[in-house]
């Protein structure tokens, strides 16, 4: 650790872009990622190089010159570096997980490239061991380069479901079905706008010869409704086909995707520096969920915007904040032939699960919501430990949230309202809080002299 | 056919591992897929893999730590974060 102007966490492709466009124009930068190897969600590298996952060659192609761009700055990469907060003071708080110490960093500013969320509407069963998100097991056969063991059913919706169906299938392991919520995906006139985007179309096109080689069905309009777990350890699904059919199906797995989102509830807000916090700028997926190409182009928007901020130098040349617009448009065509909607959740059955970790129920907060004084989203999370739990109701406000505004028909409130922005942004080990804390990296104290 | 010469220990028992594997992806090629009591109501078990849900909060070495961010290593001792509860 050496001292440093900005600090970006997260190397996913908008924490590395922002961190090699810094550091090319003489800042001194680190990054901070809390896995073990940079690439994010999308350029997640393989364990053994020699069993890699196949993707669409432009994306690896993205993140060969991207990496290589970095490599060639004196950017400081700290893996198992895990944000914690920026606190009271505007010191920046990292997690040194490695060493279980904290480290209280003062920069001049902070980038937040943290990464998007899925969403997972929930259901019952959603919250029984075999069941991950889709991106979940991508990530595991991005790092083992195997396909899942035992039968998996894909379900939800979007375009990760495919891409995802078709790495399995390349890797001998082809799930039973893709069952895909929407009905319009192959409508010609929802699909029109996408000709604009060849390249997704193309990437698309791809996925889907290979699923039919390989006859797996595309069930359009289809869902799971239901897991239960079965006696011997599997998962029995109740599925709802497009004409409203009812059938089961017992698997080994279910993985469950309705879309990507952002990430910023719990994370400092935007914001300039003041007297005593540094410049603050969200890049990437967790500001706004655009895919992998915006991802590059929202970090390098994020390094000018600092660069300007610290150096005063002009706001450079517009090109990536178009490639962010033109991905926005992209992401609104997809979205207008998938269905990322919300269905209606007071249908759920009492018992379904709404927040996971701590384990309260739909019933639960249907009973809040009935009572005459409607509860804010403060005390959802306060008295009905909604959104209490250790993933800051990252996997469950979003529900919450839709529940209090069905029941009331009113607009939905932002997960913030439930979440607030205080640290810690994720959990921290107590020892590295109780541990002596490594202070101020402008002076900084390498680890072994610490204690 | 592969090097399967490195293992760490879930709850006693000996799981082999490969280079670069997390513990989650080390228990997942065991069949192991239901971690135990967790964090909360619900058994802990492999969800989100990119360290944002915390649902496979296990006890490495006798500290919580996700199994999806935390690489395997010889000779470990992994355990179920809780006792089991009745
Ligand atoms: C699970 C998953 C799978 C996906 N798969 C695909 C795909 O196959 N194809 C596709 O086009 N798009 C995919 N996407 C979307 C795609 O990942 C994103 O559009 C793109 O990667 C976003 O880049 P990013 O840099 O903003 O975030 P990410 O790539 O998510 O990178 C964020 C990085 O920040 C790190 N991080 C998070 N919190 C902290 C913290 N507190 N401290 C330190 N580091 C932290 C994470 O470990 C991660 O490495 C996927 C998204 C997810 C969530
Ligand atoms: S699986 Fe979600 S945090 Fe590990």
């Known amino acids: 650790m050496r001292s440093m ?37 999308i350029h997640r590298q393989p364990g053994n190089p020699a069993r890699a996952v196949p993707v669409p060659r432009a994306q690896s192609a993205r993140w060969h010159k991207l990496s290589a761009l970095l490599a060639k700055t004196d950017a400081e990469v700290l893996t198992f570096h895990a944000f914690i907060g920026l606190d009271a003071t505007g010191a920046v708080l990292v997690e040194d997980r490695r060493q279980g110490r904290l480290l209280v960093l003062r920069v001049r500013a902070l980038v937040l490239a943290v990464g998007g969320l899925e969403r997972v509407v929930p259901r019952p069963g959603w919250h029984l061991p075999g069941v991950v998100t889709v991106g979940g097991l991508q990530v595991m056969m991005k790092v083992t380069g195997r396909g899942p063991a035992g039968s998996v059913l894909l379900a939800g919706s979007g375009p990760l479901l495919l891409a995802v169906a078709a790495q399995m299938t390349a890797l001998g392991a082809p799930p039973l079905a893709i069952l895909e919520r929407s009905r319009q995906v192959l409508s010609p006139l929802r699909a029109a706008p996408l000709l604009l985007w060849p390249r997704y179309l193309a990437e698309a096109a791809g996925y889907m010869r290979r699923l039919m080689q390989a006859g797996v069905p595309w069930r359009l309009g289809s869902s799971v409704q239901t897991i239960r777990p079965t006696d011997d350890g599997r998962l029995e699904t109740v599925i709802v086909d497009g004409a409203g059919a009812v059938s089961r199906i ?55 915007q600092v660069i300007a901020r610290l150096t005063g130098a002009p706001p450079m040349s517009s090109a990536s904040r178009r490639i962010v617009d033109t991905e926005r448009r992209a992401q609104q065509a997809l979205a207008n032939i998938f269905d990322f909607g919300i269905p209606d959740l007071l249908k759920l059955p009492d018992e379904t699960i709404l927040c996971r970790c701590e384990g309260r129920t739909v019933g639960a907060l249907r009973q809040m919501l009935a009572t005459d004084d409607q509860p804010s989203p403060r005390e959802i999370k306060l008295n009905g430990r909604i959104g209490m739990g250790s993933c800051q109701g990252r996997f469950c406000v979003e529900w919450a949230g839709a529940m209090l505004a069905q029941q009331t028909c009113s607009a939905q409130p932002a997960g913030a309202e439930f979440i607030g922005n205080r640290w810690p942004s994720r959990p921290v080990a107590i020892r590295s809080l109780l541990g002596p804390a490594v202070a101020d990296a402008i002076s900084s104290i390498p680890p072994n002299e610490s204690d | 056919m592969t090097d399967r010469s490195e293992s760490f220990f879930w709850n006693g028992q000996r799981i082999s591992f490969e280079p670069a594997d997390t513990i989650a992806a080390a228990l997942e090629r065991a069949g192991v897929t239901d971690f135990g009591a967790g964090q909360g109501p619900c058994n802990a078990r492999y969800f989100c893999g990119i360290g944002a849900c915390q649902a496979c909060v296990v006890s490495v070495g006798g500290t919580p730590a996700e199994a999806c961010l935390t690489p395997a290593q010889a000779g470990q001792q992994v355990r179920t974060l809780k006792p089991v509860r009745q």
């Open chain 1, 5 to 41: 102007d900005v600090l970006v966490i997260g190397g996913g492709p908008a924490g590395v872009a922002a961190a090699a466009e810094m550091a090319r124009s003489g800042l001194k930068v680190t990054l901070c990622e809390q896995g073990g190897a940079l690439g994010g969600a």
């Open chain 1, 250 to 304: 017992v698997v080994d797995k279910v993985a469950l995707h309705d879309g990507l989102r952002s990430n910023s509830d719990g994370l400092p807000p935007a914001a300039h520096a003041t007297d005593r916090n540094p410049h603050v700028v969200l890049a990437g997926d967790c500001r706004e969920a655009l895919g992998g190409v915006a991802a590059i182009a929202d970090g390098r928007n994020a390094a000018q």
